[in-house]
């Protein structure tokens, strides 16, 4: 298949872009990995009129640690933290779950900023933002603004950004390094899309759950593994029945809840 024809823009400054995006309003997207847009763009599941390439934009391209907070600018590609052991020894839950998502091509070239702005509720970046109250910051025409990860998902594939805004960082707090955190998904085959996902922090008092895969968006949830199926509501998909996995949610959850418990110093 090939996409409907489009406009192609290839901008170098953050600020073209977004004049870019803002002057065609809705009728623009971004481009970063190309991973999900690109088969949506080749299956006329999506037919923007124009296309803002930001590939070129090589102040994008950056992640790090600043303090305890990961910091992963809109360039940064999944397999760029996969290669970072200063991020993997700090976070199990990253460590955990990067490796997870689809394949090794597809981390070369998709960016995790990517990832939360197509905002598919089985993805695993989406659950990370949510587990670690990340903050998105996103730049429009209007200026900068930070939307909290709880505020940012707000249904399958639909997030509270505005049409012409572009998210440009994405800042993820962790917790501690004595803290205990963990990613577990189930799939299918490995590299599919996660039928359930769930990651866990347990610092002290602070014992916190999300989940993905189970509603439109990803949840933060009572750390519960009995009350993690009755917090879940899915549908009946071809992939499985709601019923399995609201039993899938909580034998996730308990399975995150204890590893992470383990790894606590
Ligand atoms: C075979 C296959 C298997 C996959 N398996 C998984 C998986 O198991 N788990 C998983 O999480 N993902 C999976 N993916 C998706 C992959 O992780 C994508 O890379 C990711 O979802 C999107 O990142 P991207 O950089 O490729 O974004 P793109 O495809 O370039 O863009 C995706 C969407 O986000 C928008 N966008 C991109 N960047 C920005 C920005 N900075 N600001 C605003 N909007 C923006 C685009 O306009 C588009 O609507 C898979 C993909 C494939 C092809």
């Known amino acids: 298949m090939k996409p409907a024809p489009f406009e192609y823009h290839a901008p170098t400054e953050v600020a073209e872009a977004v004049r870019l995006l803002a002057s065609y309003g809705e009728d623009a997207r971004p481009l970063a990995g190309g991973q999900s847009l690109v088969p949506l763009l080749n299956l006329r599941l999506a037919r923007p009129k124009a296309i803002v390439d930001l590939n070129r934009i090589e102040s994008l391209a950056y992640h790090r640690l600043e303090g305890d907070v990961l910091v992963v600018g809109a360039l940064c590609r999944q397999r760029d933290l996969e290669r970072d052991r200063s991020v993997l020894e700090r976070c199990a839950a990253v460590a955990d779950a990067v490796p997870l998502i689809g ?48 505020r940012f998902f707000q249904g399958a594939f639909s997030t509270a950004l505005d049409p012409g805004e572009l998210l440009v960082e994405a800042r993820f707090p962790l917790p501690p390094p004595s803290a205990g955190t963990a990613f577990v998904e189930v799939a299918r085959r490995h590299g599919d899309f996660a039928l359930g996902a769930a990651a866990a922090v347990v610092d002290g008092d602070d014992v916190r759950l999300a989940l993905g895969g189970f509603d439109s968006v990803p949840l933060r949830v009572a750390p519960d593994p009995d009350a993690a199926p009755a917090a879940v509501h899915p ?31």
Do not use: C, Q
């Not at 990832?115 to 089985?122: N, Q, T, V, Y």
């Open 235 to 265: 549908v009946d998909d071809i992939h499985a029945p709601a019923a399995y996995r609201r039993k899938l949610a909580g034998a996730l959850a308990k399975r995150a809840l204890d590893l992470a418990r383990e790894r606590a110093r």
């Open 103 to 150: 394949h090794l091509g597809i981390r070369n070239r998709g960016t995790v900023v990517g990832s939360l702005a197509h905002a598919d509720p089985a993805a695993e970046w989406p659950v990370l933002a949510m587990l670690f109250d990340a903050i998105l910051v996103a730049v429009g025409p209007g200026g900068r603004r930070e939307i909290p990860a709880a």
